[in-house]
C-alpha cells in the first residue's frame, strides 16, 4: 500500500505560527519514517509544502507520500494522526491509502 498524508495550516483561518508549523510539519514526516525505518520496502518518495484548501480558504499545506507500507501500520498510523490532530487543533488530517497504478 502506499499512504499520502496532507496536513493544512490554518486553525480556522488563522495560520499556525512558524514554530508550531515546522513542528506539525516534523511530527508528521517522523510518523512516516518511524514505519519506513522497519519496512524494507516502504520509502518516502515525495513530500513538500503546496497551497492547499480547506472548507472553501487556501492555506499552505504539507504533503507526504510513502510508498510500500505495510496494511498492519494503517491503525498505528492512523491513531499517531489522529493524536496530532488533537494536538494541532486540526479539523482533519487526510490519510489516503491506496494501491498505486504504473503506467509505462
Not at 493544512?8 to 510539519?25: A, H, M, T
Request: proline share 3%.
Amino acid at each position: 500500500m502506499n499512504l499520502t498524508i496532507s496536513i493544512g495550516r490554518n486553525v480556522g483561518d488563522v495560520p499556525l505560527d512558524d514554530k508550531e508549523w515546522g513542528s506539525f510539519v516534523q511530527d508528521v514526516r517522523n510518523i512516516a519514517t518511524l514505519h519506513t525505518c522497519y519496512v524494507p520496502l516502504a520509502q518516502i518518495i515525495q513530500f513538500g509544502t503546496v497551497t492547499g484548501g480547506w472548507n472553501g480558504k487556501r492555506e499552505e499545506s504539507f504533503t507526504i507520500t510513502i510508498a510500500d507500507v505495510s496494511r498492519k501500520y494503517k491503525d498505528s498510523i492512523n491513531e499517531k494522526l489522529s493524536t496530532l490532530c488533537k494536538v494541532y487543533r486540526q479539523d482533519a488530517i487526510a490519510a489516503t491509502w491506496y494501491k498505486p497504478s504504473f503506467i509505462s
